[in-house]
């Protein structure tokens, strides 16, 4: 079964700061899908970004990029140029037959 | 941007009572699925659905839980004698293509809040 790890319960930086979130997976499948999913206080799972295991080239979605290693089975969150709104839970997943997620990291922006 | 949506919001009901939580994938996906969050807690899965039938479940899952899609919108929950520990945000999503091919994306509701006093 893959197992997803966040190691970092609860991280806080200062805004306009660069931050990045851990994540690591266990699986034996060679293809597969990577997500972070960002949950606010609404508890509503907003798709961050996303990751193909079949593509080399790390995802970037504007402020957010991916360090993608698949051998190393890391697939670690960089947020550039931190916002107060980007304060939220944030979920690394992986996806097969269906999504697993990781135990989540608190992260909080400070003004 | 077309959504999945779930309704209601927020229900709360006392245990043993039986609760049906709603969601409406959207429109041109084929695979759906319900998630558990129980508070402070990661999000876990319960079940998936294709082709009017339930594809994988987990532990969670156990005979308290149903799935149905009625008609050709909704998809929905059932747990028939609800437990304290049933409390939790429930998430249904949707994807279009297979899961098993890890080559989709799924698009999770807003969820549902059910509390089990």
């Known amino acids: 079964a893959q197992t997803v790890t966040q190691s970092q319960p609860e991280m806080s930086v200062q805004e306009a700061e660069t931050v990045t979130l851990s994540c690591t997976y266990d699986?034996?499948?060679?293809?597969?899908?990577l997500f972070w999913y960002k949950q606010p206080p609404s508890r509503q799972m907003i798709l961050v970004i996303r990751?193909?295991?079949?593509?080399?080239q790390n995802a970037t979605e504007n402020r957010f990029s991916v360090n993608f290693q698949k051998a190393a089975k890391s697939f670690s969150l960089k947020i550039s140029d931190s916002q107060l709104g980007d304060t939220a839970m944030y979920f690394c997943?992986?996806?097969?037959?269906?999504?697993?997620f990781g135990q989540g990291t608190r992260l909080t922006i400070n003004p | 941007e077309p959504e999945v949506t779930q309704t209601p919001s927020h229900q709360v009901t006392q245990m043993g009572q039986e609760v049906i939580l709603r969601c409406v994938p959207i429109?041109?996906?084929?695979?759906f699925y319900w998630y558990r969050q129980i508070l402070g807690q990661k999000v876990e899965f319960l079940v998936s659905?294709?082709?009017?039938?339930?594809?994988?479940k987990s532990e969670i899952f156990d005979d308290q839980f149903s799935v149905e899609r009625p008609d050709g919108s909704n998809f929905t929950l059932k747990i028939r004698s609800t437990k304290l520990e049933d409390s939790a945000m429930y998430f249904c999503?949707?994807?279009?293509?297979?899961?098993?091919?890890?080559?989709?994306?799924?698009?999770f509701g807003q969820g549902t809040r059910l509390t089990v006093v």
């Open positions: 659905f294709y082709n009017n039938e339930i594809s994988e």
């Open positions: 699986t034996s499948e060679s293809n597969y899908y």
């Open positions: 429109s041109n996906h084929l695979y």
């Open positions: 999503a949707s994807s279009e293509g297979r899961a098993l091919d890890g080559n989709t994306e799924a698009f």
């Open positions: 997943a992986f996806m097969k037959l269906k999504l697993v």
């Open positions: 990751q193909e295991a079949y593509k080399q």
